[in-house]
């Protein structure tokens, strides 16, 4: 069998199992420097193969995309997202996508674009003139809310304060290294099936943080149970749970369970705003350290956009504004890093994958690779204006790629071209922060310290 080169000693295996824990994305890049585009490394009974070229990651998430399935890591996030597209496998995942595509058309889309403007203009509302903000919690607060008004329509302020306090208290629990730790724990114990174990010694550790985690994932699921049995009693088909509780397979059976609409709620709930709102807090980053792309913005929105909030049709226009929110995601992909796990024997760039083995694509690290990308470290949108033919499709992943690409890719490119277009026509902003952010990385890339800006409102 002709593995991939990788570390052969268990001390060498250890020293790089603690650099992952402290500093995930150094890890990567000096174990691509050291080992080349694909590395192989067993720890114990586990096998993980990390792919770098973008020959590698097509083979792995398009070309033999069948033989893949979610790696292990995934399975610590059953427990909130259940048996949604994000976690679920197989048939599962195949009838779910084709039962959700009718929920994410472009016209689906069109109709929810007057809600995204009725948050935009609320949001701006409560901005005080001069006033120092936070973007990134802006924009989290902002995603948060047109992403649970579009799925479960209007709700009280209540419901609305519940979905908030859960969302955020289990995106924080899952930030911390209580599973990690019991599953390194585990790994020297004679258990089956180490994941369950791990879970439930979890829900009995007296900590407040993970007691709050657990109140909160049954605080979401109380609510959206009672949500959608008031939705099926009212049939009618006013937003994004409504049409899915309506959605058939193309031999019109097949609907969903609540306990499956349930898990798709929540999928939706958490990773659809958690990534926009991040992808969105390094586009202001981004923007306020380059002043002459803050201002061929501000010059191009002005131009396009009439009132104080851009028309649907207005976004196509944006071209400028799209180029940079893209080159945002390339030099911080909101999902920076995808594994999956092989379900038989295989290969990748010519190396034996043993079944089983878990294999992570290094999406921050190909996107900032000077092989493929002029500059990689330079923040370029005019990089987005241009087609180059020659540029492999691999090589820009911020929504994934292959039959698992993102399904809200479309929905996700709306919200953040209105929401930037609305707030750069209505206010000029100023920096309030003199280095980057701090990487903190969990299911997504987020600024640690978030995004300090003052704004002023513009004088019409």
């Known amino acids: 069998m002709k593995l991939a080169p990788g570390p052969s000693s268990v001390?060498?295996?250890?020293?790089?199992?603690?650099?992952?824990?402290?500093?995930?994305?150094?890890?990567?890049?000096?174990?691509?420097?050291?080992?080349?585009?694909?590395?192989?490394?067993?720890?114990?009974?586990?096998?993980?193969?990390?792919?770098?070229?973008?020959?590698?990651?097509?083979?792995?998430?398009?070309?033999?995309?069948?033989?893949?399935?979610?790696?292990?890591?995934?399975?610590?996030?059953?427990?909130?997202?259940?048996?949604?597209?994000?976690?679920?496998?197989?048939?599962?995942?195949?009838?779910?996508?084709?039962?959700?595509?009718?929920?994410?058309?472009?016209?689906s889309i069109e109709r929810l674009h007057p809600l995204i403007i009725e948050e935009c203009q609320e949001m701006m509302k409560n901005w005080k003139d001069d006033g120092k903000f936070d973007l990134a919690e802006e924009m989290n607060l902002i995603t948060l809310q047109i992403i649970s008004k579009s799925m479960l329509d209007q709700l009280t302020d209540e419901e609305t304060k519940t979905i908030r306090q859960s969302v955020q208290e289990i995106l924080r629990y899952l930030q911390t290294s209580?599973?990690?730790?019991?599953?390194?724990?585990?790994?020297?114990?004679?258990?089956?099936?180490?994941?369950?174990?791990?879970?439930?010694?979890?829900?009995?550790?007296?900590?407040?943080?993970?007691?709050?985690?657990?109140?909160?994932?049954?605080?979401?699921?109380?609510?959206?149970?009672?949500?959608?049995?008031?939705?099926?009693?009212l049939n009618r088909n006013d937003n994004l749970l409504d049409q899915l509780i309506r959605a058939t397979d193309d031999q019109g059976q097949g609907k969903m369970s609540n306990q499956q609409l349930r898990d798709e709620v929540v999928n939706i709930l958490l990773a659809g705003h958690e990534t926009t709102s991040n992808a969105l807090a390094w586009t202001f980053h981004q923007i306020l350290k380059y002043p002459e792309v803050y201002q061929k913005m501000k010059e191009e929105i002005n131009q396009v956009v009439q009132g104080e909030s851009p028309a649907y049709e207005d976004l196509s226009k944006l071209v400028y504004t799209q180029a940079v929110f893209k080159e945002s995601m390339r030099l911080y992909p909101p999902f920076w890093r995808v594994s999956r796990r092989s379900l038989k024997d295989t290969k990748v760039n010519g190396y034996d994958v043993p079944a089983g083995t878990n294999v992570i694509t290094a999406i921050y690290t190909i996107?900032?690779?000077?092989?493929?990308?002029?500059?990689?470290?330079?923040?370029?949108?005019?990089?987005?204006?241009?087609?180059?033919?020659?540029?492999?499709?691999?090589?820009?992943?911020?929504?994934?790629?292959?039959?698992?690409?993102?399904?809200?890719?479309?929905?996700?490119?709306?919200?953040?071209?209105?929401?930037?277009?609305?707030?750069?026509?209505?206010?000029?902003?100023?920096?309030?922060?003199?280095?980057?952010?701090?990487?903190?990385?969990?299911?997504?890339?987020?600024?640690?310290?978030?995004?300090?800006?003052?704004?002023k409102k513009v004088q019409k």
């Open 11 to 107: 001390w060498e295996k250890i020293k790089m199992l603690l650099s992952r824990r402290r500093d995930p994305i150094q890890f990567y890049e000096e174990t691509f420097n050291r080992y080349g585009d694909t590395v192989y490394l067993k720890f114990g009974k586990l096998d993980f193969l990390m792919v770098r070229n973008p020959e590698g990651i097509e083979e792995v998430l398009q070309i033999d995309a069948k033989n893949y399935i979610k790696s292990v890591s995934y399975e610590r996030f059953r427990l909130v997202f259940g048996n949604g597209l994000l976690i679920s496998n197989g048939e599962t995942w195949r009838k779910q996508r084709l039962l959700m595509a009718s929920a994410f058309t472009s016209k």
């Open 367 to 455: 996107q900032r690779d000077e092989r493929y990308w002029e500059h990689p470290l330079e923040f370029r949108p005019e990089r987005f204006l241009i087609t180059d033919p020659n540029q492999h499709r691999f090589t820009y992943l911020p929504f994934g790629g292959g039959p698992r690409i993102c399904i809200g890719i479309s929905l996700a490119m709306t919200e953040a071209i209105t929401i930037l277009a609305s707030v750069l026509k209505n206010y000029d902003i100023e920096k309030d922060f003199d280095q980057d952010p701090t990487l903190l990385l969990s299911i997504t890339m987020q600024p640690k310290e978030g995004c300090k800006v003052k704004l």
């Open 178 to 233: 209580y599973h990690h730790i019991l599953m390194m724990i585990l790994s020297i114990v004679p258990v089956k099936d180490k994941i369950a174990a791990a879970i439930k010694v979890e829900s009995y550790l007296p900590f407040p943080k993970v007691k709050s985690f657990f109140r909160a994932i049954k605080n979401i699921d109380d609510l959206v149970h009672s949500i959608i049995e008031k939705r099926r009693k």
